[in-house]
């Protein structure tokens, strides 16, 4: 084997499962971004993969992966971004090893993310997420657990990730009812089940007799469900509900837009914004500010207080002519 297969096994072996003990949702985000770029290295270098070196995965040839997944296999910018973080993180890791590459790893790792236009979440009203629960059909096994699954995560804000890991014993019908799970950075975090949640999920759970350490809603064979399957699933319902809820069709909505979808409710029922930070397991509360820009409410609440009342809208007057030459720049 050439120099980069020793170095990309050592990568996920030493760094990321050793010394980082990095996450099972980490290692696997990081495994897809090296099949996807050992698969376009074979084609453009017919080689194998074990054949390749450092030196064939210079800049250019790491800039031409990522327009691959922008323009033909239609990659969001944030995908694009977060495949490069990935290849960031091996390539810095090699420069350790290997200094008689630093060259090239010096130009791959100058490579930048790119920026992109942060357009406002989407989030389901009231009428489209009742309109979404009703098209689960819930006199098949399969509907019964998707409805309590999408019921659950409209509640909780549930990241994909946390509902595909979730096991039956991750869920607590008792006093205090909640669900448990382990979010990003290995943050275990608990959150509380409302009363009609509880209703559905207890039924569910009675169906399904799963043992503590099954997954909590199953494949039929008894095996997780993937990140795929549910988002197939919530595509299925959500065009059977767009024909009663015809707001849906321009939605499009996803796993993300029911995690969305969950903070809004908090958000419009008046909770604090550093709660729902807590509540959806974010690092940082100004990741929560986006639910902010997205409410109108909360900015006509704003310019009612602002503005006083009685007052005519004017222009700005600059009051001297210097600051009206930079006020006209």
Not at 55 to 64: E, N, R, T, V, Y
Not at 202 to 230: K, N
């Amino acid at each position: 084997m050439t120099a980069f297969a020793p170095v990309l096994q050592s990568f996920f072996t030493d760094r990321l499962m050793s010394q980082r003990q990095a996450s099972t949702h980490t290692i696997a985000a990081y495994r897809d971004t090296f099949r996807l770029l050992l698969g376009f290295a074979a084609i453009r270098t017919a080689k194998k993969p074990s054949a390749l070196d450092l030196a064939d995965l210079d800049a250019p040839f790491i800039a031409a992966f990522l327009d691959h997944l922008e323009h033909e296999r239609g990659n969001s910018i944030r995908t694009r971004n977060a495949r490069l973080a990935a290849i960031h993180s091996l390539f810095n890791y090699a420069a350790l090893n290997h200094p008689e590459h630093a060259a090239s790893i010096t130009r791959v790792l100058a490579i930048p993310p790119k920026r992109y236009e942060r357009n406002l979440l989407t989030y389901l009203t009231e009428p489209e997420a009742d309109a979404l629960l009703a098209a689960c059909d819930r006199t098949t096994w399969t509907g019964r657990r998707d409805h309590a699954m999408l019921a659950l995560t409209l509640q909780t804000g549930l990241r994909v990730s946390e509902l595909t890991s979730l096991t039956c014993s991750d869920l607590h019908l008792g006093t205090g009812p909640n669900i448990h799970c382990l979010g990003k950075g290995r943050k275990e975090r608990r959150t509380p089940l409302l009363k009609d949640t509880v209703k559905i999920l207890r039924v569910w759970v009675t169906e399904r007799q799963g043992r503590p350490h099954e997954p909590l809603f199953p494949t039929s064979t008894g095996r997780p469900l993937s990140r795929d399957a549910i988002e197939r699933r919530i595509a299925l319902y959500s065009s059977k509900a767009s024909q009663k809820c015809a707001s849906l069709t321009a939605k499009h909505p996803t796993a993300h837009t029911l995690r969305h979808t969950a903070a809004m409710r908090l958000l419009l029922s008046g909770v604090d914004i550093t709660v729902i930070a807590l509540w959806l397991g974010h690092e940082q509360v100004g990741t929560a500010q986006i639910y902010l820009h997205a409410d109108m409410t909360q900015k006509e609440r704003a310019i009612a207080k602002t503005t006083p009342s009685g007052t005519k809208p004017g222009r700005y007057h600059a009051p001297d002519p210097l600051l009206a030459f930079l006020e006209a720049l």
